[in-house]
């Protein structure tokens, strides 16, 4: 049975959470602290958005833990995705936690004992909310579909279907400014 209470999660970070062992979700103290957030289980809701250069970060840092993101088009967004239990409320002195690979900010939320679910639509709100199912899942946007493919058509097969989608070098990370954009 899932927790009454959900946390909404960009994708690829809410699969990361539930299947490639990310055991942080960083959010600000205030976040926490407005979002009501404490230790408890709850459920795993994937929010519908991500960016292109979202999931290639991700797909780039996954990578140097030795994880491959399904790709994007295959992530179910606008649903609860499954459960995990909240152990701590961690900051960058907290052992072991700030060790994570996946601790990179102030304050976070520590997981542990992930299950999956089949995905159940719903729509997700900020901090911990009350889920209820209803409505669909979100479409692929357009370049979910053709992403990585060799024509940009999700109708042309790869020459490499077993090929994982890898980026050799780092991308920039989606939060960074532009240098035009910095003040």
């Known amino acids: 049975m899932l927790p009454p209470l959900a946390l909404s999660v960009r994708q690829p970070w809410a699969w990361a959470i539930i299947h490639g062992g990310k055991d942080v979700e960083n959010r600000s103290p205030g976040s926490i602290r407005a979002g009501r957030m404490d230790c408890r289980p709850i459920a ?3 929010a519908s958005g991500m960016t ?3 999931y290639e970060w991700a797909v780039w840092r996954l990578q140097q ?6 790709r ?6 606008r ?5 995990v239990d909240v152990v701590a409320i961690v900051d960058s002195a907290t052992k ?14 520590a997981l542990e004992n992930p299950r999956a679910r089949p995905p159940i639509p719903a729509t997700g709100e900020i ?3 009350t889920w209820r199912q209803g409505g669909e899942l979100a479409p692929p946007a357009p370049w979910m579909t053709a992403w990585d493919r060799p024509s940009g058509d999700s109708g042309t097969l790869s020459l490499f279907p077993d090929d994982a989608p890898h980026i050799k070098t780092p ?6 400014k532009k240098p035009s954009e910095k003040g």
Do not use: N, V
């Open 44 to 46: 795993i809701h994937a």
């Open 52 to 54: 292109r250069q979202e």
């Open 65 to 70: 833990d030795g994880l491959t993101l399904p």
């Open 72 to 77: 994007p088009d295959d992530l179910p967004r």
């Open 79 to 83: 649903a609860i995705i499954g459960m």
């Open 96 to 109: 072991p936690w700030c060790d994570s690979p996946f601790f990179g900010g102030k304050a976070g939320l």
């Open 127 to 129: 901090g911990y909310f």
């Open 171 to 176: 991308p920039k990370k989606p939060w960074e």
